[in-house]
C-alpha cells in the first residue's frame, strides 16, 4: 500500500475476534462480518486486534492469523484495516508491524508498553519509532488508552513534535475521557491534518464538537456512519 494514502475518518469499527466454543479463533466468520459492517452498517474501516479484539490476549501467531483473514476478506470491500500490533515485548510490536506491512494492511496502531512502562515522553516515543520503523510504508497512529495501559503521558505533549520521530505518523486514537487533553491535541496540531480518532463511545458528540474527524468505537451503526460521514 501507497504511502500516504487517503485519510482514514468517519466510523472505524473495532472488531471483536469471533472465537469458537472451544477457544479457537473462528476465522470461518470473517467474511461474514466484513459484509455485515459494509452492507448492514455502512462501515468500511476497521481497526483490528485492539482493545475490543482482545488482542493482547491472543498469542503472536493468533494475532497474525487474524490480521491476515481481516486483509484478506476486506479486499475490494474495505476501505482501511489498521491493525494494532502494539505488546509489551518491542520485537513482537515489530515483528507484527512488519506483518501487517506485508499483508497489505492500511496502517498500524500501537499502545505504550503498560507493564514495566515508559515514565517519559521520550521513553514512549522511542518505543513507538521503533515499531514505526518496522513497517516505514504505513501510517502509523497512536493509540492512547491510559486507563488501561497505566502509562498517563498526555496525548497533546506526546503529539509535540512528533513527525520529527515518526515521519509515518497519521494520527491519534484516542480513548480517554480527558477532552481537555484531546481538544489541546486537536488545537495544537491544525497544520498537520492529523486523523484524530476519538475511542470512548460515550462522549462522541462532545469530542466531535471539539474536532475529532472520525471514531474507532465497539458500538456501529448506520445511522453513527452517515453521521461520521457528513
Ligand atoms: C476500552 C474499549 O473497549 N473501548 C471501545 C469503546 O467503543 C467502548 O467499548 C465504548 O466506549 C463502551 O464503553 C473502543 O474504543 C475500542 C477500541 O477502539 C478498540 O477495540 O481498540
Same mark, same amino acid.
Given at each position: 500500500?501507497? !504511502?500516504?494514502?487517503?485519510?482514514?475518518?468517519?466510523?472505524?469499527?473495532?472488531?471483536?475476534?469471533?472465537?469458537?466454543?472451544?477457544?479457537?479463533?473462528?476465522?470461518?466468520?470473517?467474511?461474514?462480518?466484513?459484509?455485515?459492517?459494509?452492507?448492514?452498517?455502512?462501515?468500511?474501516?476497521?481497526?483490528?486486534?485492539?482493545?475490543?479484539?482482545?488482542?493482547?490476549?491472543?498469542?503472536?501467531?493468533?494475532?497474525?492469523?487474524?490480521?491476515?483473514?481481516?486483509?484478506?476478506?476486506?479486499? %475490494?470491500?474495505?476501505?482501511?484495516?489498521?491493525?494494532?500490533?502494539?505488546?509489551?515485548?518491542?520485537?513482537?510490536?515489530?515483528?507484527?508491524?512488519?506483518?501487517?506491512?506485508?499483508?497489505?494492511? %492500511?496502517?498500524?496502531?500501537?499502545?505504550?508498553? !503498560?507493564?514495566?512502562?515508559?515514565?517519559?515522553?521520550?521513553?514512549?516515543?522511542?518505543?513507538?519509532?521503533?515499531?514505526?520503523?518496522?513497517?516505514?510504508?504505513?501510517?502509523?497512529?497512536?493509540?492512547?488508552?491510559?486507563?488501561?495501559?497505566?502509562?498517563?503521558?498526555?496525548?497533546?505533549?506526546?503529539? %509535540?513534535?512528533?513527525?520529527?520521530?515518526?515521519?509515518?505518523?497519521?494520527?491519534?486514537?484516542?480513548?480517554?475521557?480527558?477532552?481537555? %487533553?484531546?481538544?489541546?491535541?486537536?488545537?495544537?496540531?491544525?497544520?498537520?491534518?492529523?486523523?484524530?480518532?476519538?475511542?470512548?463511545?460515550?462522549?462522541?458528540?462532545?469530542?466531535?464538537?471539539?474536532?475529532?474527524?472520525?471514531?474507532?468505537?465497539?458500538?456501529?451503526?448506520?445511522?453513527?456512519?452517515?453521521?461520521?460521514?457528513?
Amino acid at each position: 500500500m501507497a !504511502f500516504p494514502k487517503k485519510k482514514l475518518q468517519g466510523l472505524v469499527a473495532a472488531t471483536i475476534t469471533p472465537m469458537t466454543e472451544d477457544g479457537e479463533i473462528n476465522f470461518s466468520v470473517i467474511g461474514q462480518y466484513v459484509d455485515y459492517l459494509v452492507k448492514e452498517q455502512g462501515v468500511k474501516n476497521i481497526f483490528v486486534n485492539g482493545t475490543t479484539g482482545e488482542g493482547l490476549s491472543l498469542s503472536v501467531s493468533e494475532r497474525r492469523q487474524v490480521a491476515e483473514e481481516w486483509v484478506t476478506k476486506g479486499k %475490494d470491500k474495505l476501505d482501511q484495516v489498521i491493525i494494532h500490533v502494539g505488546a509489551l515485548s518491542l520485537k513482537e510490536s515489530q515483528e507484527l508491524a512488519q506483518h501487517a506491512a506485508e499483508i497489505g494492511a %492500511d496502517g498500524i496502531a500501537v499502545i505504550a508498553p !503498560f507493564f514495566l512502562k515508559p515514565w517519559t515522553k521520550d521513553i514512549l516515543i522511542n518505543f513507538l519509532k521503533e515499531v514505526a520503523a518496522a513497517a516505514p510504508a504505513l501510517p502509523f497512529y497512536y493509540y492512547h488508552i491510559p486507563a488501561l495501559t497505566g502509562v498517563k503521558i498526555r496525548a497533546e505533549e506526546l503529539l %509535540d513534535g512528533i513527525l520529527d520521530k515518526i515521519p509515518t505518523f497519521q494520527g491519534l486514537k484516542f480513548s480517554d475521557t480527558d477532552l481537555l %487533553d484531546f481538544g489541546q491535541c486537536v488545537d495544537q496540531n491544525r497544520q498537520q491534518q492529523f486523523a484524530f480518532l476519538f475511542g470512548v463511545d460515550e462522549q462522541l458528540l462532545s469530542a466531535l464538537v471539539m474536532g475529532a474527524t472520525g471514531a474507532v468505537g465497539s458500538f456501529v451503526s448506520r445511522d453513527l456512519s452517515t453521521l461520521l460521514s457528513n
